[in-house]
């Protein structure tokens, strides 16, 4: 990991247009980020105990711009999974969001299945990367657990840090952790303490009402911190789930494989029948769900919810709000319709897995290298053989009009 980290050009672009939002419910602070059209059912993100709101603004601000409406939360200060899902469930209401679609990963992923679990009317699909069905062998790991809540920050901080693979990674990966890294360094005491009470509070999720052709299972093949035992349980438990596979990608592939995960997500709401209003982007009401200013940073915003814990119940997001990024053009969005289209579903082992085939796009582009190195070699033998060419021409001329001197 860097001793120094660079919050990333896009992320601080996306902090300048997309607005956070905070607003306490009971004595819960949510935290969360709400991009794209309203009249769209919205696709929920949930991070694990390492992440924050902020670690999904790349399918916050590619999604939203294709017309999908994405909602990314932080998990609040919850203490049991009761809890969680009768506090989540409030959120939504007074977000005014009935029904949803589900993107979690690691415990978000848990949690995730959790509430589908206490709640199948309004969970409409799921999206599950790197996660598991039940935290006994977290508990097990974890024999400190009944004092977690009494834990030093710096200690819970090394722990939570600790599950993150260290030592050479490619450079995509590498910058992913620096970037989670950062915002492990914006979670107070009690956010850690609870997300680990999360992780190692005896449960287990029972079988959904949910179809399983209403969940994709989405996993990274290199290496992730849940063990793949439990990523090999999760799919036992979900045999018609479809399968996305990310040959690297890390613990984080949201943030390292970016690309990827996008037109994974765009796979399955198309599937399940979530359309996207990529006519309505232009048009995003400057109500919150626009493009807005963000400028205090994360610690700045964690420090302000505590002391406004008990403040205003509405949106405490900034209020000056300009218009919101321009959308893609056309050919953009053409060319991810493409994508779309050029992704195969192969059968393996009687399980659907998704693999994104060499897109036409990708295609051209080797035609048009091709057709630049062939011109570039044509020029270099013309020029090199030019001169020999007029050089044995003059040769040849000269010596016939010797030849006619003699004759």
């Known amino acids: 990991m860097k001793s120094v980290f660079s919050a990333p050009g896009d992320y601080i672009y996306f ?16 935290r969360y980020y709400d991009f794209g059209p309203k009249v769209v059912t919205p696709l929920i993100c949930l991070p694990g105990t390492a992440g924050t709101a902020d670690v999904y603004y790349k399918q ?48 978000g992923g848990f949690l995730a299945q959790l509430f589908a679990q206490h709640r199948p009317r309004r969970v409409k699909s799921l999206i599950l990367s790197n996660t598991f069905l039940e935290t006994r062998s977290f508990a097990a790991a974890m024999p400190w657990a009944p004092i977690v809540s009494w834990t030093p920050s710096f200690l819970l901080k090394r722990y939570v840090l600790t599950g993150i693979r260290d030592g050479p ?37 029972k079988p959904l009402l949910l179809s399983d052709l209403l969940i994709t299972i989405m996993d990274t093949n290199d290496y992730s911190a849940i063990p793949q035992q439990l990523k090999d349980q999760l799919s036992e438990r979900y045999p018609g789930a479809r399968r996305a596979y990310l040959k690297t990608g890390g613990d984080f592939p949201f943030l390292s494989r970016p690309d990827e995960v996008n037109l994974h997500l765009q796979l399955h709401l198309r599937r399940v029948g979530l359309e996207a209003q990529p006519e309505l982007v232009q048009s995003i009401p400057k109500d919150g ?13 964690r420090d302000d919810e505590q002391k406004d814990n008990g403040g ?8 000056s709000q300009p218009s919101p990024p321009a959308p893609e053009s056309s050919d953009s969005h053409g060319l991810d319709e493409q994508l779309l289209s ?4 192969h059968y393996i082992d009687q399980k659907d897995s998704i693999i994104l085939k060499p897109s036409a796009m990708s295609m051209n582009q080797h035609s048009a290298a091709a057709g630049i190195l062939l011109q570039s070699t044509w020029e270099f033998f013309i020029f090199s053989l ?12 000269n010596d016939v009009w010797k030849l006619r001197q003699l004759l």
Request: glycine residues 4%; negative net charge; aromatic residues 8%.
């Open 169 to 205: 990674h490619e450079p995509f990966i590498a910058d992913s952790v620096d970037f989670v890294v950062s915002q492990v360094e914006t979670l107070s005491r009690d956010e850690l303490a609870s997300r680990l009470t999360l992780t190692v509070d005896s449960a287990s999720v």
């Open 289 to 301: 769900t626009g493009g807005g200013p963000s400028k205090e940073n994360d610690k700045e915003d």
């Open 312 to 319: 205003n119940p509405e949106s405490n997001s900034e209020e």
């Open 386 to 397: 030019l001169p020999l060419y007029v050089d044995s021409l003059y040769i040849y001329s």
């Open 60 to 107: 916050i601000m590619c999604l939203s711009m294709k017309g999908y409406r994405v909602i990314s939360v932080d998990i609040p200060c919850v203490w049991n999974h009761q809890e969680w899902i009768q506090s989540f469930e409030k959120f939504l209401d007074a977000i005014d969001v009935h029904h949803i679609h589900l993107y979690g990963t690691s415990l």
């Open 15 to 30: 902090k300048s247009q997309v607005p956070l939002h905070r607003i306490p419910i009971g004595t819960k602070q949510w």
């Open 342 to 345: 050029n992704a195969e579903i």
